[in-house]
């Protein structure tokens, strides 16, 4: 039987790094928004049956793009943190299904990578990653180097991350009972004795955080239309 595969947007915060007058969600790359960019990729993609992107209560600029939204895309009131808008993503849909999570500021990703991370059947679940190439340094609380990190066995995480609905909305249930944070759905999954797999991704697969990242990504977007 084959899978049903919801993609899950967590596009809620505030982006108070990137210092704008909108979230950075809603900031133009292009002729689109990121979350335009980002959400137009994952319709596109064959085995995606739904798209839920979880905002915040007041947002008032997602009524604007809905229009040009793919008919398979809904909309769920996300929470304070990234990890309550997808769990509250989550709680919409059927625990036999499959969640495909990806952050809305990730609008440089390619449809390669969903086909190379969707070939993982594994009910341990998968992330997109890439192998760590800088020294890396551990600090003290004076910003004084500890030691130097060995890197060999270091991956990047990012997004999509990939797992069995009923596996990632347990891993949530239990941070949130034991009050942990937790950054990214693998670390969620994690806590409940599942090692998900790694799939190696490109590395323009950029999250836009600063106001430099943005200039990146349109770049990156350039050259993926010439």
């Not at 900031?27 to 959400?39: M, Q």
């Not at 008919?71 to 989550?90: E, F, P």
């Not at 600063?210 to 993926?224: K, N």
């Amino acid at each position: 039987m084959a899978r049903r595969i919801v993609a899950i947007v967590p596009a809620a915060g505030v982006g108070s790094r990137m210092g704008a007058s909108v979230p950075k969600q809603y900031l133009t790359l292009g002729d689109k928004t990121v979350l335009e960019h980002t959400v137009s990729l994952l319709a596109r993609h064959r085995t995606i049956d739904e798209i839920v992107i979880a905002v915040a209560e007041n947002d008032h600029w997602i009524a604007r793009l809905k229009p040009h939204f793919d008919t398979k895309v809904r909309c769920v009131i996300g929470g304070v943190s990234r990890a309550q808008s997808v769990y509250n993503a989550l709680c919409t849909l059927d625990q036999a299904a499959w969640a495909l999570v990806h952050d809305g500021a990730r609008a440089c990703l390619h449809l390669s990578d969903i086909d190379k991370l969707l070939e993982i059947d594994s009910p341990e679940g998968a992330i997109l990653a890439c192998p760590v190439t800088d020294t890396l340094k551990l600090a003290d609380k004076h910003t004084r180097i500890q030691h130097t990190v060995d890197r060999t066995l270091l991956w990047q995480a990012l997004t999509p991350q990939f797992f069995p609905v009923s596996a990632l909305r347990a891993g949530y249930e239990y941070a949130f009972d034991k009050q942990l944070e937790v950054t990214d759905d693998a670390s969620a999954v994690e806590l409940i004795g599942l090692q998900p797999h790694l799939v190696e991704g490109r590395r323009d697969n950029i999250k836009i955080t600063r106001p430099e990242d943005l200039a990146l990504a349109e770049f990156y977007l350039q050259r993926r239309d010439m």
